[in-house]
């Protein structure tokens, strides 16, 4: 394989590398012994109420993007966010694959709407956010 080709197949696999931020969670002093199984694609998939169960429902947990905001009037940052955080897990926890402090923080999720739910109200519902 010629140097070109090479240098031209790495350059277009660069893209790849740099989006496909890989989740690991961080290290704390104490972990639960379940913190192990926790994996990005499939976090806590169950109805977060057992007694309200909806037919219809999307679960939203997974990496999201994240990026620490300035300050609480800085306006949102147009385009991809700066890092990936596990949801549900806050931002302080291991978990979370971040293990840091903010203020203030700008999350973003892009997520598709079922077909069948067409002419249906959607109702987003943010659990533990202040």
């Known amino acids: 394989m010629s140097l070109k080709k ?5 350059i277009l696999s660069l893209p790849l590398t740099l989006t496909a931020q890989e989740w690991q969670p961080k290290k ?27 037919s219809k429902w999307l679960n939203l947990n997974g990496l999201w993007q994240f990026q620490p905001a300035g300050s609480k009037s800085e306006a949102l940052p147009k385009g991809n966010l700066s890092r990936s955080i596990l ?14 402090h903010h203020e203030s923080i700008w999350y973003r999720r892009k997520f598709k709407i079922p077909s069948t739910w067409k002419g249906e109200k959607v109702l987003l519902h943010f659990g533990a956010v202040d």
């Open 6 to 10: 090479i240098i031209l197949i790495g």
């Open 28 to 54: 704390a002093a104490l972990m639960s012994k379940f913190s192990k199984d926790v994996n990005p694609e499939n976090v806590l998939p169950e109805y977060p109420r057992p007694q309200l169960v909806r």
């Open 87 to 100: 949801v549900p897990f806050p931002v302080e926890s291991a978990l979370s694959g971040v293990m840091e």
